[in-house]
């Protein structure tokens, strides 16, 4: 059988521990022997970021500007525990705190769903995309411990140096918390641009939830120009295609989330976003089965699996144990990167074999081959299968869809 040929390259971002283990495994079975894979290959791992000074991290998500396509394998973020383990020269920092930054991007999350996980939630029938507006906000506020009685108050000073306003805050009358937190019109459109147009590419409805009958200046902002922009570039494309924008309260939005029946793109302000997704993708089933996605307002796409390196599981693997890694998250990264790179080049073949990739994964799951962690929620007595012995059940189900 002749390789699948690729035009342009896509940037290959290798990792850490254990889905660094997976990704050359995922490369040897199931897309090396299949397509002429063209990649740009920066290597991630902590130990390449240490000796780069993290130059590598930069340059990865240049090259990700320079080519529009990435896949990103999971990485370390370094703590004090970390700097011990790998004799760091730093505390370097998150690499996709780094590349979201260089990108300006919005992340999309999304479950992979297969009918014999059920999510705990019933009436959930399709996926649920959250879409997390990763910037200012609490991750970016100013806080005190108030040690004692004094008043606080929150101003504004202009570029002229001129003071606009003084509002008091809350008179103390001993100890207490304060904090200052801000956004920017910029960064909020430009989210509300990314949720828009992924909702438009994937065919799905769009919500938005805040607290604007609370917080009628902050969170009124974020309303007005969701529906602003919704307006004025995308209402006539959503309902040319039959789409919904749904603005409510964040409460709402929790009550109508689980009575739905999924199939919506849920675009969360930043602290929303951090807690939903997490509630979201437990509900769903695994985290080893929530794919992620970066969007940037360009139309730069940088795909990864959810989870993390799976420490655990690589100390296992380092003593010689074989290990039931949940490999589908990363595989889809790839489909999800190589599907794009076929879409922007119009490679049909590349994005016939993404697909046939997904179907392959999913059928494997389907005729009872999985890892632990999947047996561990269909609650049969299904065997876990080892990550290698998955990969080549799934590489023989791909060999036949092919064919
Ligand atoms: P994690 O790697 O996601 O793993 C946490 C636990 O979840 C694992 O021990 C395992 O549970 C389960 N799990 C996650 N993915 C799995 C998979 N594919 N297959 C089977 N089980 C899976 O999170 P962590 O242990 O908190 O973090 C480890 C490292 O990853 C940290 O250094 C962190 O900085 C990094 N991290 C990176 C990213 C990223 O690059 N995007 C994201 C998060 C964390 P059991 O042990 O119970 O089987
Ligand atoms: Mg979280």
Redesign the pocket.
Known sequence: MDKIKMTNPIVEMD?DEMTRVLWQWIKDELLLPFVDLKTEYYDLGLPNRDATNDQVTVDAANAIRRHHVGVKC????PNAK?MEEYNLHQMWKSP?GTIRAILDGTVFRAPILTPSIQPFVRTWKKPITIARHAFGDLYKATEFQVPGKGKAELCFTDDNGTELFRNPVYEFGGPGVLQGMFNTDTSITSFARACFQYALDMKQDLWFAAKDTISKQYDGRFRDIFQQVYETEYKSRFEALGLQYLYTLIDDAVARVIRSEGGFVWACKNYDGDVMSDMVSTAFGS??MMTSVLVSPDGNYEY?AA???????YYRYQQGEEVS???I?TIYAWTGALCKRGELDENAALVSFAGALEAACLDTIESGTM?G?LAAVCGTDIPAAYSRSFLRAIRTRLETILA
Request: without cysteine; hydrophobic residues 25%.
């Open positions: 990792g999971a990485t370390i973020t970390r996709n985290l080893a990864e989870h993390g390196t799976i420490t655990r599981h890694s949940n490999p998250a890892t962690d």
